[in-house]
């Protein structure tokens, strides 16, 4: 029971990594608070969970929605100890094709959202024995996809704010950690596959689980960042800080991603 009595937030909690979160951190003794639009997929969860959970239809990308879910939690249990910022938007496609409300929800949910939820949430994590912020980023925050720029700048913006806020922080009992994954074999990708890049499909697909035992490591240790798969990190790294190796290597990646994402559908077809 490694989060017994810990009240934990956990937005994007209606499926994939947030549905695998929550289930993990319940089964670790912890009160978990599910947040996420979806009512009634939260209601669901929350009756699977069983007692010590409760469910707030929350839009992260709405500063009053934000508010209302530290409200309604310290209402109910009195503390925050861990906030996982989860929830994500993906406006796929290149920028001129893209809607500019489709742009700005992706900038709102997966950066603006995280920032709101720190903020509102830091007064009450900063009262725990051991507070902690887990935020949910992405390889694309290391390195710029092309069809993705709007999400792909809005996981750099999430790392850069989650290690800033890291070190204002580091001489206090609250932790912030980044958790940044490459595919996810979750609706989220696998929901839309024929919009989504080839060079993704490059690497190897984790579980929503797989992910979720990342963040619960994270919320553990504070360490301030885990890649998964590692290696597919240090090549995301490599890509961004070497611009040439990255154009060397893209024809190769989309060649490797086209056939893997091949097989995905096959699965898909066949499901």
Same mark, same amino acid.
């Given at each position: 029971?490694?989060?017994?009595?810990?009240?934990?937030?956990?937005?994007?909690?209606?499926? +994939?990594?947030?549905?695998?979160?929550?289930?993990?951190?319940?089964?670790? +003794?912890?009160?978990?608070?599910?947040?996420?639009?979806?009512?009634?997929?939260?209601?669901?969860?929350?009756?699977?969970?069983?007692?010590?959970?409760?469910?707030?239809?929350?839009?992260?990308?709405?500063?009053?929605?934000?508010?209302?879910?530290?409200?309604?939690?310290?209402?109910?249990?009195?503390?925050?100890?861990?906030?996982?910022?989860?929830?994500?938007?993906?406006?796929? +496609?290149?920028?001129?094709?893209?809607?500019?409300?489709?742009?700005?929800?992706?900038?709102?949910?997966?950066?603006?959202? %995280?920032?709101?939820?720190?903020?509102? &949430?830091?007064?009450?994590?900063?009262?725990? @024995?051991?507070?902690?912020?887990?935020?949910?980023?992405?390889? #694309?925050?290391?390195? @710029?996809?092309?069809?993705?720029?709007?999400?792909?700048?809005?996981?750099?913006?999430?790392?850069?704010?989650?290690?800033?806020?890291?070190?204002?922080?580091?001489?206090?009992?609250?932790?912030?950690?980044?958790?940044? @994954?490459?595919?996810?074999?979750?609706?989220?990708?696998?929901?839309?596959?024929?919009?989504?890049?080839?060079?993704?499909?490059?690497?190897?697909?984790?579980?929503?689980?797989?992910?979720?035992?990342?963040?619960?490591?994270?919320?553990?240790?504070?360490?301030?960042?885990?890649?998964?798969?590692? #290696?597919?990190?240090?090549? #995301?790294? #490599?890509?961004?800080?070497? %611009?040439?190796?990255?154009?060397?290597?893209? %024809?190769?990646?989309?060649?490797? +991603?086209?056939?893997?994402? &091949?097989?995905?559908?096959?699965?898909?077809?066949?499901?």
């Amino acid at each position: 029971m490694l989060f017994k009595d810990k009240v934990v937030i956990v937005t994007g909690a209606s499926s +994939g990594v947030g549905e695998a979160c929550a289930k993990q951190f319940a089964a670790e +003794g912890a009160k978990v608070v599910l947040a996420a639009r979806s009512a009634e997929a939260l209601k669901t969860l929350a009756l699977s969970i069983g007692q010590g959970s409760l469910a707030i239809a929350t839009d992260v990308a709405d500063l009053n929605s934000c508010k209302t879910l530290i409200d309604q939690t310290i209402a109910a249990f009195g503390k925050i100890d861990i906030l996982v910022n989860n929830a994500g938007y993906h406006a796929r +496609g290149d920028v001129a094709e893209c809607s500019l409300e489709g742009l700005d929800q992706t900038i709102d949910v997966n950066l603006k959202g %995280p920032i709101r939820l720190s903020h509102l &949430a830091l007064p009450h994590l900063l009262k725990a @024995p051991h507070g902690s912020i887990v935020n949910v980023a992405s390889l #694309a925050g290391r390195f @710029p996809l092309d069809g993705e720029a709007a999400y792909s700048s809005s996981k750099f913006g999430l790392r850069a704010f989650s290690l800033a806020l890291a070190e204002e922080l580091h001489e206090t009992a609250v932790t912030v950690s980044l958790v940044s @994954p490459g595919p996810i074999d979750t609706g989220f990708i696998m929901d839309h596959i024929e919009d989504v890049p080839d060079i993704v499909f490059s690497q190897p697909m984790s579980t929503a689980d797989e992910i979720a035992e990342a963040i619960l490591r994270s919320a553990l240790d504070g360490r301030r960042e885990r890649a998964i798969p590692a #290696a597919s990190g240090l090549l #995301a790294t #490599a890509g961004y800080l070497m %611009p040439g190796l990255r154009r060397v290597l893209k %024809p190769l990646l989309n060649a490797q +991603g086209k056939k893997a994402k &091949a097989k995905f559908l096959k699965r898909g077809a066949l499901s």
